[in-house]
């Protein structure tokens, strides 16, 4: 009797009362605190850099988005560059210390994003997208109203897919025609203000003023930025991404 008493407590001890207390925890809302890793997840913020050449680059340029990456990540904001593409064109980019998903795709038009748009967003599931397109159309000849409604019905796209998603459109960069870019700028800050929602933000951010499409200047051929026009795009991103990103 004596040993079937100690064995008896014994029992009690190492699995009844843990087992009580922890029902009594969970009856009074104790519940397990959440790891570092699982809140830093929770608070991630995905973001997709849509557009072409500008947003791709070749494989002699790292793009905008190695500067923005950086300066996202310094000033601590917990973020993800998405897309199905990883590639510059013909290669890959000069340094890999940056994160290299994107949605940029060297000579598209606006059409042509817009036909992929859908899958892309499904699949990547962005918080916040960075569009920078028109410049192909300017070049290869479409008119502005027509690559104002194809940006329409992409935000529409868009938004069918994430009704609470950000958009960040840019007022491009001098390429092609500069008269016709100003003008398509023009339309495309219309169009920000037209499709603005609290729900769901549309902002154009200005990323014509103050870039020099000289040779050597912001691009390294009239066209396409060099590491001082990345870095000047990325600046403008970096400032307009602050109004809609969580605090870091």
Request: net charge neutral; charged share 20%.
């Amino acid at each position: 009797m004596i040993w079937l008493k100690s064995n008896l407590n014994l029992f009690i001890r190492r699995f009844i009362l843990p087992t009580c207390f922890a029902g009594m925890l969970l009856s009074i809302g104790c519940a397990p605190t959440r790891t570092p890793q699982a809140a830093q997840s929770q608070n991630l913020t995905r973001i997709m850099p849509i557009g072409d050449s500008i947003t791709q680059a070749d494989s002699n340029h790292n793009s905008y988005r190695r500067p923005l990456w950086i300066q996202l990540r310094q000033a601590g904001y917990n973020v993800d560059f998405v897309g199905s593409n990883r590639e510059h064109f013909q290669g890959s980019a000069p340094l890999s210390d940056f994160d290299q998903d994107h949605e940029g795709h060297w000579g598209w038009r606006v059409d042509e994003i817009l036909k992929q748009i859908d899958a892309w967003v499904r699949t990547s599931q962005p918080d916040i997208v960075l569009i920078h397109l028109g410049s192909n159309d300017i070049v290869q000849g479409q008119s502005l109203e027509s690559t104002i409604e194809e940006l329409r019905q992409l935000i529409q796209t868009l938004r069918k897919v994430n009704p609470r998603l950000k958009m960040l459109i840019a007022e491009t960069i001098p390429c092609g025609e500069e008269a016709q870019v100003r003008q398509l700028n023009r339309l495309i800050v219309n169009l920000a203000q037209e499709t603005n929602t609290q729900e769901s933000p549309v902002i154009a951010v200005n990323q014509f003023s103050g870039f020099n499409p000289a040779m050597g200047k912001d691009t390294h051929d009239g066209c396409h930025p060099n590491e001082s026009g990345e870095k000047k795009i990325a600046n403008r991103w970096f400032a307009a991404l602050k109004t809609v990103l969580p605090s870091p």
